[in-house]
């Protein structure tokens, strides 16, 4: 039972003459404090309910969202629900602690959902990279375990070098007290704009770059360094590589997010390290995961650090054409010098296609090379150009196409699965092997009626000539959009969604604006780059290697014009050629990710409701199995402590007083505070309205007194036979029963402040306001429930004042047969008028829920609400009202 | 209404300084600390309508200042302010008796209604 009323009691108990003001300002502050407490508990519930429809609204949606938010939201609902049952026991004091039992273990389950899995460490900071096996991918992550392994097993040349662990990488970040930092900037920037991104990129990147390396980790690091420098004549030169844990996720091809190295002296290889771990956050990376629904903790960084080899030819094999991987081909991109051009996207190379069964070369095309990449003396890798007389010469002979095919095959043999692997061929005519890892192919498009009939279509409507032709597929399909020349970061933060980006280069770099590009055409690049990969995996068509693409179409660029890509058939057109367009691929990558597996197992613990039915005995605390089941409980607690538990005998006879208009009405009055004009006297038991100066009691009774109401409206046969069936099947309704129904109307004031509790027979609401000058203090709270006609009836009533109410701006909530309705935040003129509107409905919706049966009734009656509503808010402004309606109805006053 | 005192306690002074700024517009004062150590000198000697308070600043975190605020002035309502959200860290501050616990970034009318509330809670506003 709720204190206010033991206040009342003890009050009450002593007799009237006992009764001190002392004792009265007591219950009136008890009271004060029991409104409060019932309106952070509604406000605390909306809260909590908008955290878990957010929340719900995620797992249905698709769009890309993070980690930070699904904590966001779950911690807002959880706390809102503390919140909730905090107020529910300061309500009710001791009589609801168990509520926090209940919350607390909801909150232990999600926090063991949401919580980063301790990772097992290993003491190790370096590995050699000749022992590694795929067992240590754990360590080192797949792509260097893969070298080890190509090792051991097949005897393939891989550089001599070595491995820094995840371990050694996580305990650098600890070390610098760096992962706590990280979470937090995540936290607060996600789901930012483009230049966020970057931003956040910048700052996390640079927080890495500055950070310290452990002592034992440096010590380790030199050891290996000195270890390779042994073996070498000329002073060492390193690859420094990232290997990640988790590129492996199914799927997620992770193409070219992290950072490389090349030909790094070993004094600089720390800061290499630091920057390839920092590269975890370059923007390709976060938004890579971001749309990929891949949690930050999925990733860990793992370095590796490799002799430099230089390269007489290099390039990139596929055992298979990711575009066609049902085609029983491999595919060759080679170029003289270091392959590094070819990932990056910025080269012409040479292709060849050779048959997997009889090893046949059945594609040769040789390009036009003018440039190479070579290790620059003194650090790095150059472009120089290229010996005329190799300019125009495959780069590979047939013998040595050979040969590769041989090991990509027994790769694709030991690891089970087509491999995307990068070679050299060292100046001494060796195959050495840099990389392998599993070719990613992009999910299959939906078929579409608009795809299989693209070409009759074709036939029929010739297409106009395109624009440009030519260029490589590098990522199927076709699409439209408007276009947009990106030369540079500032160009990428202004890229607008679904345009068409058109670059210089398949630079790995504009990775970021793939979720956004309808679809992409570069000057240079091959479809082995990993911007192609990433743009298979997202499902944009795109088109690469198109010569003279940003002149071509310099006219469209400049004016910003749409225009469509056909990146199967190599063709750009002006305008959009519906034909070609095929329904946008399905792009639900959130579907199964690490993230959405993640929200799903959050809202098990927060959404289902279990407590369905209030007049249950099972309805108690400790069946309270989720957030939704504590929510539930608190509000219909929450409402039962404030209004239902106690008739209110006691302080009706003891500070209310009748109120009088001319005659005594059915409405009583207890004066919280100042709300009357003439000073309280003892001896008063009644109360003229005049001498009320509580305004939004003033402004609700006038809504109230507005227009007469003409007592329970005629109903029809079904609505009254209605009404009986739920009279006898309600002992609370039986005649001269102790039920709550019996109890009177109640208007409890202040100056400012306004709390009427009102039944009429079934019918039960409240209002609270509070109205004064400042607009930030004000609201208005309507709520009702119940009504004598059956479940449907009372359901469309409920549905048609909401319906009113939100047309004021109230913000509603309809629970099945209830309604509750809130405003806050107004001005003093807005709150008076709204104020009249709720007196309107508190008297004129009474019985309407006896008549809702008829949709005819219905409409007719939702006519009359809207007109009386404009005709006293018109009456109020100032404004008379439109003469002659037709109706009987007066409005008083004047 | 009378005009709110509050005190931000925050180790990001561009976020200090961004909220005093903001607060003020709407009549709140703000007196700023930027340690537990400096907020809990600071309510020795002044009274607070609320406290604002960062869960995670070096020396003394958010959550050992909640405790000793809470056990010394048990009247002053607290609000925590985060951009790790933790439902472990919010669920330790709630029992302490903080006001509520919010996350970064907050959007300033959400902050403002927040501490409107608590203020009404601790009988100041």
Redesign the interface.
Known sequence: MGSAFLAIRQFLGRGRRQRTREQLARLREEYRVRC?SFR?LV?ANHEALAALADLEELRRAGRPFGM?RI??L???G??AG??MV?QLNRMAPGTYEELFTSL?SV?TS??AV?RRPAAESCPDNVLPLDRLTRQCSRETGGKLARLGEARQRMGIHIPEGFVITASACRRFLDHNDLP?EI???L???ENSSMAGLYELSSTLRSMILRAEVPSGLRVDMQDQLTRMQALSPDPLRLAVRSSALGEDVAGASFAGQFHTELNVPSEHVEDAFKAVVASKYGPAALAYRFHRGIRDSDVDMSVGCMEMVSARVGGVLYTRDPLHPEQDCLHISAVFGLPQAIVDGSAVCDRFVVSRCGRRIVERHVAHKEWRTVCHPGEGTVLEEAVASEQDVPCLTDGQIVALVGMGLRLEEIFGAAQDVEWIIREDGAIALLQCRDLHFPALPEESDAAESAPEELERHPLREPLLRGGVTASAGAAAGVAVAVRSDADALRFPEQAVLVARSARPRWAPLLSRAAAVITEHGASAGHLASVAREYGVPALFSLPGALDGLAEQLDRGAVITVDADRGAVYAGKVEPLLRRPPVRGLMFGSPVHHCLEGVLEHLAPLNLDNPDARSFAPENCRTLHDVLRYCHEMGVREMFCMEPRSGLEKGVSRRLVDGVPLQYWVVDLEDGLEAPEDSDLRTVDIADVRCRPMLALWEGMQAVVWRGPPAVNAGGLVSVMVRSVSDPGLAEGAASPYAVRNYFLISREYCSLQSRFGYHFCTVEAVLGQ?P??NYVIFQFKGGAADWERRIRRARLVGDVLEDYGFLVELKEDALYARREGADARTMDALLRVVGYLVVHTRQLDMIMGDSAEVARVDEQIRTDLAEIGARAAGIPPPAGDGTSRRIKGD | MKNLHMLLVDDETEFLSLVTRRMARRGVEVTSAESGEQALELLENEEFDVVVLDVRMPGMDGIETLRRIKARHPGTEVVLLTGHADTSSAYTGMQLGAFDYMIKPVAFDELFAKIRDAALVSGRA
């Open positions: 409060r952070l406000k930070a904590r966001a779950s911690v807002r959880l706390m503390f919140q905090r607390a909150q999600v926090d949401l706590q979470d937090r900037l936290q607060t920037t400042d930030e203090e």
